[in-house]
């Protein structure tokens, strides 16, 4: 099994709103990571979590706030955003292994996110 | 700084083979991978290289060199099926982190 879920698939949200992005993974990956993906563009890295703890935070605006309140579990707070944040936003998990291992990352099927 | 370059598109034949090529200058190098990504759906893993040379698996084949800072990806007896941007990422270092740089992926589209 190597499925990692995203609830909601789709989200419209106004700028005043404050909504929340889930991840769910019961692979007993130690990794946690959300990605944002603009179309056509690559995956863009915004945070990695490591044993529950923040271990990248690739200045995100404070508008996002990532929260991990166990290994499963991977939360996405958004408060206040901007159009230009309209994207498929990305989770992945992955163990965490010697460094020399693939510690492949899975990904959910993203939630595509509107803000009007 | 880090940059990955793959071609915008490619196009191919069913039935033909293709190659999509990528090379990388980062700040260090601990594995490349290559993900698949059909439009609006997640990138789904293909390849994992972290020494030089080529590795098999069924239809999709990777090759490495570190010291060319190149890899490829092969894809052998194409389907409609195939037609997907490719990916390819590096993870510039080792440790938790386990941080991944995407290139800008390679949009293939296999024609009948």
């Known amino acids: 099994d190597t499925e990692v879920t995203q609830t909601p698939k789709h989200l419209v949200m106004g700028m005043t709103n404050k909504k929340s992005l889930k991840c769910e993974q019961h692979?007993?990956?130690?990794?946690m990571y959300w990605y944002k993906q603009k179309a056509k563009k690559p995956p863009e890295l915004m945070f990695v979590y490591s044993y529950e703890k923040l271990s990248i935070n690739e200045s995100v605006p404070s508008r996002f706030s990532p929260e991990c309140p166990n290994s499963s579990l991977l939360n996405l707070h958004l408060h206040a955003l901007q159009p230009e944040d309209s994207a498929l936003y990305l989770c992945a998990s992955s163990l965490i292994l010697d460094p020399a291992a693939k510690n492949i990352q899975y990904f959910g099927a993203g939630t595509r996110l509107s803000v009007l | 700084g880090q940059n990955i370059d793959q071609p915008t598109e490619m196009t191919a034949t069913e039935g033909a083979i293709v190659q999509i090529n990528c090379t990388y200058q980062?700040?260090?190098?601990?594995?490349l991978f290559w993900y698949q990504q059909h439009a609006g759906e997640a990138p789904t893993f293909l390849s994992y290289?972290?020494?030089?040379g080529l590795e098999e698996k069924g239809r999709f084949s990777s090759f490495l060199s570190r010291s060319k800072g190149y890899s490829y990806l092969l894809l052998k007896e194409l389907q409609m099926k195939d037609s997907a941007s490719y990916l390819c990422?590096?993870?510039?270092?080792?440790?938790?982190?386990?941080?991944?740089?995407f290139g800008t992926g390679t949009l293939l589209a296999v024609q009948p």
């Open positions: 980062t700040s260090g190098f601990n594995g």
């Open positions: 290289n972290v020494l030089d």
């Open positions: 990422a590096v993870r510039p270092n080792g440790g938790a982190t386990n941080k991944l740089i």
């Open positions: 692979m007993g990956h130690r990794a």
